[in-house]
């Protein structure tokens, strides 16, 4: 394997490794959400092999099990995961020079997580064997832990308490993404106004409101970066 | 719904996910968006994020409930993930207050 390539995977991994470590409970948590809801252990992992987004696994699975119409579970998916469409344009120039055979399993793991700490030095390193190793560390190490505490949550259902609100540790998992994120004004803003319009916008069908708060919390944040003084890595 | 409806629906997901995934990724240079573009784009990851957490801690059933077990809970991650760099300490004292709350004090 190429050094430069091993070199990137190395680092990548280091800076993702503390943050992955959230991704357990949440994996955890899906696991459970998806027996709970009646699907078989293939059934479940089925699904989680074929999605890989616990947020959209969660969000379809009540409208799937009531045998509600293929295109609103279609849309419904697709209205949950356009933030990714945003991602992928956001890192797509860090691909640039990565053969397409390994760009399109790179599309695949791309996940919150590791876009929200990867993608500043993927815009900015030269070496497109070190841009794919950075990227391709991180990713397949979250791949590995999902799949598997997914598994640990399916096969272990059944063991847990179900009166503990555990899906909350979901919403921790977020947070703990979020706040780093948050440090620089115009961010701060970026997320206020996405989270503010968000419960706003909540009664939008589809969950069609959550696309709307994002773009306005996008908005914010621009606007935010050119109004403010102290913008600091612009 | 079962066999084979559910495993339609699970790639109907699956495509619902993976097409904007790998939308500018795989086009590469062939599609690019303006730099005004990908300089707000920089946004996009806190933007989702609070628009994803926001209405899970501030609202129930259907209504924002300013004062809510979720909403406490939350406010000690968010000063927990922000004095201390343990990654596990948000989720056990954000379980904790949760359940504290609910069990404890019977909200």
Known sequence: ?234 | MDGIWLWISFVLVSMATHLPRGSFIVLGQRASLPPAVQGALRYAPAAALAAIVAPSVFVVDGDVQPFNPKLAAAVVVLVVTLRWKNPWLPFIVGMGVLLGLRKGLGF
């Open chain 1, 1 to 234: 394997m190429n050094r430069r390539f091993v070199a990137g995977a190395r680092s990548g991994f280091r800076i993702f490794l503390p943050l992955s470590i959230g991704l357990i409970p949440w994996a955890l948590v899906t696991g459970v959400a998806l027996t709970s809801a009646g699907l078989s252990v293939v059934e479940a992992m089925g699904m989680n092999l074929l999605v890989y987004a616990g947020v959209a696994q969660i969000a379809t699975l009540p409208l799937i099990m009531a045998g509600a119409p293929l295109w609103l579970i279609g849309l419904t998916g697709l209205a949950l995961n356009l933030r990714f469409l945003i991602f992928s344009a956001a890192i797509a120039k860090g691909f640039h020079g990565v053969p397409l055979r390994l760009r399109i399993p790179s599309g695949y793991l791309l996940i919150d997580g590791v876009f929200a700490v990867c993608t500043e030095r993927m815009l900015a390193v030269r070496d497109w064997r070190w841009r794919l190793g950075y990227f391709l560390g991180p990713s397949l190490w979250g791949w590995c832990l999902w799949q598997s505490f997914v598994l640990t949550g399916v096969l272990g259902a059944g063991a847990l308490p179900q009166d503990w609100s555990l899906e909350f540790m979901a919403t921790i998992a977020l947070m703990v993404i979020l706040v780093p994120l948050s440090k620089n004004r115009p961010m701060l803003v970026a997320a206020l106004s996405g989270g503010v319009a968000s419960v706003l916008l909540r009664g939008m069908p589809l969950k069609l409101g959550v696309i709307v708060a994002i773009v306005i919390g996008i908005v914010a944040g621009f606007v935010a970066s050119r109004a403010l003084p102290d913008t600091r890595g612009a």
